[in-house]
């Protein structure tokens, strides 16, 4: 399985390295929240010039909150937000979506199918909220981003600090701002 190479990998890199020490306070005060796309690994914090230490980065899957989760202050989102802000001094978010993202167009047919042949009934997520909504797709990611970006700009539980709106190039890094808070 993949985690034995990760292990074996793990034993070398701490023979092999010594990692400075550092606090748990993000040293550029920013939140940034993006998807948990694998084309971003590494890519990102290189295409955004950060270095460990510098910022909290929190992924989920399409950087949204799916729809029925937008509206309480309980949603994991929400929630990491507020610790990064009350407790680790973020005074900044950035909510980066990006280019071909799997959230966008997500086929429910083809999520329905996958769940049955894994052995998982989607009927009652289908009942109660759509599979789509459950799944937190859209059409857009610029209005994605938006959605997301008020969602966070608007919740009674976080203060009133700048919230902005990009998108990255997942082919290039390149990043358009959407809405600059
Ligand atoms: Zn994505």
Request: hydrophobic residues 45%.
């Amino acid at each position: 399985m993949v985690i034995d190479e990760i292990l074996a990998h793990n034993e070398r890199f701490v023979q092999e390295k010594t990692l400075p020490i550092i606090g748990h306070t993000p040293r550029k005060r920013m939140a940034v929240v993006t998807c948990m796309d694998c084309r971003l690994v590494q890519m990102f914090e290189q295409a955004l010039g950060l270095e460990r230490g510098d910022v909290l980065e929190l992924r989920t899957a399409g950087a949204t909150i799916s729809k029925p989760e937008r509206q309480g202050a309980a949603n994991d989102l929400i929630r990491s937000l507020a610790g990064g802000i009350y407790l680790l001094g973020v005074r900044e978010v950035a909510v980066i979506g990006h280019t071909h993202c799997g959230l966008a167009h997500a086929n429910p047919i083809v999520l329905t199918a996958s769940m049955q042949a894994q052995g998982v009934d989607p009927q009652q997520l289908i009942q109660d909220e759509g599979l789509e909504g459950w799944l937190g797709a859209f059409d857009d990611v610029h209005v994605n981003v938006r959605e997301v970006v008020n969602v966070i700009r608007n919740s009674p539980y976080l203060p009133k600090i700048p919230v902005h709106g990009l998108v990255i190039d997942i082919e290039t890094g390149k990043l358009e701002m959407v809405d600059r808070g």
